[in-house]
């Protein structure tokens, strides 16, 4: 089995009434980063997993936060871990 790296961009839809408790409870996700909030309640936000299956159990996780309304994904990639060492020249 290949190690690999799943880094996954998605939107977060919440209450505005609950931004605050859902960017918290989003702070505890293991791998998840609020990027920027919108004042209607969207937000942006990266995963980084260990495959595609944690990927979206960790989406799962996330829509049953209370104040969640909808998670979106918008970006997946995946690579070999250690070609996220590899230099760029």
Known sequence: M???IHIAGIIVHASR????AVRTQL???PGAIVHTAA???RMVVTLETD??????DTMDVIRVI??????ALVYQHAEP???M???IR
């Not at 009434?17 to 605050?20: I, K, L, P, S």
């Not at 495959?51 to 979206?56: F, M, P």
């Open 2 to 4: 290949i190690d690999e």
């Open 17 to 20: 009434a609950q931004m605050d």
């Open 27 to 29: 702070a505890l996700v």
């Open 39 to 41: 004042a209607d309640g």
């Open 51 to 56: 495959s595609a299956q944690r990927t979206l």
């Open 66 to 71: 209370p104040g969640v309304f909808n998670v």
């Open 81 to 83: 871990r250690e070609a």
């Open 85 to 87: 060492d590899e230099e």
